[in-house]
């Protein structure tokens, strides 16, 4: 098992530029997570999906953030535009739920984005 | 809304000494599940140990084990004989448990962390 897959690993991309980040799940998986973690306020749960339909977006900072889950192998985080206060790392992590709640998730590697 | 707490943002410990780490945490739930993760330099989110709130046996893998209180919403993490390797961040991690299928469920409530720096 290849774990949960993220790319890239880093980003450094222009204010206003879009930003697509890019997370492949635990095959079995059916519970989808991503997080920004920043100095400032720790981890934050931007959105959740299960079963690839997204359940809890109140997260999602404003307008400028998207996600979508096309099918139960594939995620992508977008930011359109970006800004530099976007700067973080950004986790995507999956589960298996109901088990999930026993065994918590599974993280990948996160992205490290820097907004210049 | 559940909130999580450490209120030790760093700590160091000699090693092959022992190390307590703390976690309080605020819920109205009764049935739930409680988590600790080690993030080392390498950022990558690595799950330690749990502990389902129903047992009041206290978690333990290997050197790691943990002191669950219920009644005082208390779930501290010692770490025995500590190890270099055990240099990281460690978040304290709350889940609800129920079959109700609201938006809350299967979400994690992290705290904000304890950075652990073990010493030769």
């Known amino acids: 098992d290849a774990g949960v897959i993220q790319s890239p690993r880093h980003e450094v991309t222009e204010m206003g530029q879009e930003v697509t980040l890019r997370c492949k799940p635990i095959s079995g998986h059916n519970s989808l997570f991503w997080y920004r973690q920043t100095m400032m306020r720790g981890l934050e749960l931007l959105i959740y999906f299960n079963n690839n339909v997204p359940i809890d977006d109140s997260g999602m900072p404003e307008d400028r953030f998207s996600a979508k889950m096309p099918n139960a192998s594939f995620s992508t985080l977008k930011i359109q535009p970006s800004e530099p206060r976007d700067s973080a790392v950004y986790f995507c992590?999956?589960?298996?739920?109901?088990?999930?709640?026993?065994?918590?998730?599974?993280f990948g590697s996160g992205t490290r984005l820097t907004v210049v | 809304a559940q909130t999580v707490t450490q209120s030790q943002p760093e700590m160091s410990v000699q090693e092959a000494e022992t190390v307590t780490l703390s976690c309080t945490y605020d819920t109205s739930e009764n049935n739930y599940y409680l988590f600790w993760y080690k993030q080392p330099p390498s950022r990558q989110m690595i799950l330690v140990i749990r502990q389902e709130a129903y047992k009041q046996q206290n978690a333990t893998e290997n050197r790691f084990s943990v002191n669950f209180q219920k009644a005082a919403k208390s779930f501290s993490l010692k770490i025995s004989d500590s190890q270099l390797g055990d240099t990281a961040m460690y978040f304290c991690a709350f889940m609800k448990s129920s079959s109700d299928r609201g938006s809350t469920l299967g979400r994690l409530y992290f705290g904000r962390g304890t950075q652990l720096t073990v010493w030769p």
């Open positions: 992590a999956s589960s298996f739920t109901p088990n999930g709640q026993r065994y918590g998730y599974t």
